[in-house]
């Protein structure tokens, strides 16, 4: 939307997730469901991603289109400083991918 809270600061941004819990904090959440494996992700699903394959996942996409190929998500731009919808990137990299409970289930 190319709001920017007034509180926002980006200077802290890091990729440096090595503290990062992030799997653990979304799974407890109760809000998604972990689908079995990374590619069952459809549009609308939460998608986890790594920065690089060493480094714990980190980052979250949302599926907006999925051609039975290739993944189209939102994501967050550390480079543009924008949320963008692009190509699912580094498919190496997914880790696992999230369902919202009660949602596409009927």
Not at 65 to 94: I, M, N
Request: glycine letters at 6%; proline letters at 4%; charged letters at 30%.
């Amino acid at each position: 939307l190319g709001l920017i809270p007034e509180d926002a600061d980006w200077r802290d941004y890091t990729q440096n997730v090595e503290d990062y819990k992030l799997v653990k904090e979304i799974e407890a959440s109760g809000f998604l469901e972990r689908l079995p494996h990374w590619t069952d992700a459809r549009e609308g699903d939460v998608l986890l991603q790594k920065f690089h394959k060493r480094l714990p996942a980190s980052h979250v996409t949302i599926i907006t289109k999925f051609d039975g190929q290739y993944w189209t998500a939102l994501h967050a731009s550390r480079a543009s400083r924008r949320v963008e919808e692009v190509r699912v990137a580094h498919p190496e990299r997914c880790f696992a991918a999230y369902r919202m409970k009660g949602v596409g289930d009927g």
